[in-house]
C-alpha cells in the first residue's frame, strides 16, 4: 500500500482551500443591482421597551425620518426607504464609501397589540415610536 507524500497532500490540499474561498467570495461579494422590490441592506437597530411604548432606533445617518415607510403588517414592523448620496457629493472623488447606499428594508417581530407608530431623528438614527395602544 502506497504511502501519501505529506509534501504533495498538503499542497493539494491548500489548492482546494483556496479555490472553496475564491467561490465563497464570488458567491458572497457579487454585486447585483436591486430591482425596485429588492432592497439591497438592512439597516441595525436598537429594539426597547417600556411601559407605554416601543422605541426601535435605526441607524440611518442622512436619511430624512419622513422618507423612510413604517407599516405594521400582520404584527411585523417592516421600514423601509433609500439612502442616497447628496447630490454635492455626486461628482466628488470618493477615498472610501463604507456607508451603505440603495434601497433597504428591515422587518422586526412585534409584541402582540396595536400601536401608534411616530418618528423623529436624532443622531444619525431613525427613531421610531410605537405607542402602546390600549
Known sequence: ????????????????????????????????????????????IDVLETDRELLIFVALPGVDPDQVVAIIENGVLIIKGHRILPAELRDALIHRLELPQGGFERRIALPAGRYAVSRTASNGCVVLRLSKSV
Open 1 to 44: 500500500m502506497p504511502t501519501k507524500d505529506p509534501v504533495n497532500w498538503m499542497l493539494s490540499e491548500a489548492i482546494e482551500s483556496l479555490a472553496r474561498a475564491e467561490r465563497l467570495h464570488r458567491k458572497l461579494f457579487s454585486l447585483q443591482p436591486a430591482g425596485p422590490r429588492e432592497p439591497s441592506w438592512e439597516p441595525p
